[in-house]
């Protein structure tokens, strides 16, 4: 798995989307990462170096993975570009079904009405 920078990453995403619009699914995840060996991150640690930490982004469909690492500066860039690329692909979701406000209210005071009916036994 190779890491793209960022802005080729977004146009591999899109494309990406753009092949599953009629069937398949991407998946993308997000952790943060050092992108250093664990050996590498106690030396500095013991070092008293900071840790530059980054967030690991990475896409696939099931046949490719594509990744890359953007740092605290890039971030609001590249979250504001992601999001315009979710919301232009997000148009194949299906819509909640939604139940009739009025059903709803029937069944709840039905609810309601059918408990208090019920007697409790007396404690003596």
Known sequence: MVLLQPDPFLN???SMFEHS???GSVWVTLKRSSLKSKVQRNKMKT???PLD???LIRATNGKKTISTSVGAKDHQKFQASY???LKAHMTALKKRERKDKKKAADATTNKKDGES???RPKKV
């Open 53 to 55: 930490y980054r967030c």
């Open 83 to 85: 999001a315009t690329i």
């Open 47 to 49: 070092a008293g170096e």
């Open 12 to 14: 591999e995403l899109t």
């Open 21 to 23: 619009t009629e069937k």
């Open 117 to 119: 009916s019920k007697k």
